[in-house]
Nanobody
Framework: QLQLVESGGGLVQPGGSLRLSCAAS????????FGWFRQAPGKEREGVSY????????NYADSVKGRFTISRDNAKNTVYLQMNSLKPEDTAVYYC?????????????????WGQGTQVTVSS
């Protein structure tokens, strides 16, 4: 059973940066695709970014393209989301998710395991 724990969230000013981490335990990451999602108050959870099991394929929501970077370190059993040039509209709870199939997109139903989330607040 894969368990995921996110960290790295916090309060940051507009234009600032944060790096989120998703630490996995219970299994090696090698065969899982990973996604980052976010959910703002009163809104549905939305896909932010995706990385394939090999790390060779990544994808981003249009709203974060050019500002966010997803990466993975299988040796450390950790997936990252580097977030730069943050905007107030990036404020949300950010979730890490894993897809056992090894390939997925950015839809919630494609993922089998979820973390508890970490709050990101962008405000001056």
């Amino acid at each position: 059973q894969l368990q995921l724990v996110e960290s790295g969230g916090g309060l940051v000013q507009p234009g600032g940066s944060l790096r989120l981490s998703c630490a996995a335990s219970g299994s090696t990451l090698d065969y899982y695709a990973f996604g980052w999602f976010r959910q703002a108050p009163g809104k549905e959870r939305e896909g932010v970014s995706y990385i394939s099991s090999s790390g060779g394929t990544t994808n981003y929501a249009d709203s974060v393209k050019g500002r966010f970077t997803i990466s993975r370190d299988n040796a450390k059993n950790t997936v990252y989301l580097q977030m730069n040039s943050l905007k107030p509209e990036d404020t949300a709870v950010y979730y890490c998710a894993a897809a056992a199939l090894g390939v997925a997109g950015m839809e919630t139903y494609e993922y089998d395991y979820w973390g508890q989330g970490t709050q990101v607040t962008v405000s001056s």
